[in-house]
């Protein structure tokens, strides 16, 4: 298994440009989140999915669209980056084991500059 | 929201030395998870813990429901123990099933 893989390692964008952060997992996983981490902070929830077709937001949400057509991949949207998007971002795949035991998967993470 | 503060912030150690790192959160939790971050940014899972204590080789992880604290214990430390550590919790119900809150992490230096 490939585990939790990210698209690209790293990226610049100027103020107003788009893109999307690709992420798949090939576990058959549930659940998938995704994830800033910026200095001093703890990281912080952007989005998650609880399956395909059914997604939500978390902490930090604004400026992030996501979708989840298919149970492997769950894109993150930067509609218009602003500098204040700058961050490492981290995709997450998990699944709930008998017992309600759950390992975290991570993928390799994004660096994003967004100048 | 849940508050979850780490201590110490940073921590420098010999190696050999017995390694404590503590987690504190300030509302009620259904689990609380023990991260693992090398330099160069992987994010690693130790521990899933609900209640008592859990051992995997050198790591131990201890959680106290009703004190509302968690320490992450490693034995016999190691150069390649430094990391930055990471305490993250999940709470009840609905949403929070499946939202953590992490802590800002413990820096870990080991130094030979």
């Known amino acids: 298994n490939a585990g939790v893989t990210q698209t690209p390692k790293f990226q610049v964008l100027k103020t107003g440009q788009s893109m999307t952060l690709q992420c798949a997992q090939d576990?058959?996983?549930?659940?998938m989140s995704w994830y800033r981490q910026d200095p001093g902070m703890g990281l912080r929830l952007i989005h998650y999915?609880?399956?395909?077709?059914?997604?939500d937001q978390g902490e930090v949400p604004n400026g992030y669209n996501v979708s989840r057509s298919t149970t492997e991949d769950f894109p993150l949207r930067l509609l218009s980056a602003a500098p204040s998007q700058t961050s490492v971002y981290f995709c997450?795949?998990?699944?709930?084991?008998?017992?309600?035991?759950?390992?975290?998967?991570f993928g390799p993470g994004t660096r994003l500059l967004v100048l | 929201k849940n508050e979850v503060e780490q201590s110490p912030q940073n921590l420098t150690a010999q190696e050999g030395e017995f390694i404590t790192i503590n987690c504190s959160y300030s509302?009620?939790?259904?689990?609380l998870h023990w991260l693992q971050q090398h330099p160069g940014g992987g994010i690693v899972s130790l521990f899933m813990?609900?209640?008592g204590k859990k051992k995997h080789g050198r790591l131990i992880a201890t959680i106290n429901i009703q004190e509302k604290h968690s320490s992450l214990h490693i034995t016999a430390s190691h150069p390649r123990d430094s990391a930055v550590y990471i305490c993250a919790v999940k709470g009840f119900g609905g949403g929070s099933n499946y939202k953590l809150t992490f802590g800002k992490g413990t820096l870990l230096t080991v130094n030979p």
């Open positions: 999915s609880v399956g395909a077709g059914i997604t």
């Open positions: 813990l609900s209640s």
């Open positions: 576990m058959n996983h549930e659940y």
């Open positions: 997450a795949s998990s699944y709930a084991l008998a017992g309600g035991q759950e390992t975290q998967y």
């Open positions: 509302v009620g939790i259904s689990a």
